[in-house]
């Protein structure tokens, strides 16, 4: 067995692994970046790209920041089921722990985290920052290991799914409750319809009907789409917190919400 000492890795390492797509580094206009370990961290917007690091220890902790744009993550040891995790907060906290395990015996590990963002109950929660890691043992490259074996799915188990760009839709039982994300202004916290027991849970709706209110409430369908898809390269969490459109958001709802009634009537 190797020396049980306890040892840190900060997030720039070799030994650290980015996927999925590019990760931003450069943080210069990020005020918060001098409190990350060793002023530094990788972070993206970009929904299942993964971070992963491997060792020949015991436990580990997996540390990053949660911010008021951050959003789910998932966290999986060894290639076994995902545990997810919200990494928002009101109020910035630097260094904190994303995961940490408990009980692993001495072995080689790995750990892999990864970005969920389109699991989100709220829309432009869409950050996942990791700084550093810290596990006893050390770390060794992930060759050694096999790659990773799975991929995080919903937690929410979510239903339905809308065909109209922007509008994400879940629902549950016979009678389905469709919630929509909560729209950031003053006077809707949110928005939600029930739709007919006629309806299945698994009815995917099609709202080419509402093409001329869409067009006519002058609603662009890129606008009211988060920004998690593109790359992250040399982008900073300290900006673009909110996405425009919140006024095209709700005239979209209000349309889906007219549809939807004629089809309870």
Known sequence: MADNQQNDLDDGSDLFQYGGDSWGV?????????????STFHTTTVHLAWSRICWEGQDISIYGAKRDNHGMYAVSIDNQDPVFADGFSKQEQMQAVLYASNGLEWNKHQLTIWNTNKFNFTKNHIWLDVDFASFSGSAISCDELPGIAITPSDPSGSVSTSTYPGVPLTSSGANATSTFSRVDTSNIAAFSVTTASSISPSTTITLSSLSSVASSSSVSASATQPQNNGSSAGTSSAGARHVPGVEGQVALLTALGLYLFKLWL
Do not use: N
Not at 26 to 38: F, G, I, N, S, V
């Open 26 to 38: 450069d943080h210069a206009d990020d005020p918060w970046t001098p409190q990350y370990y060793e």
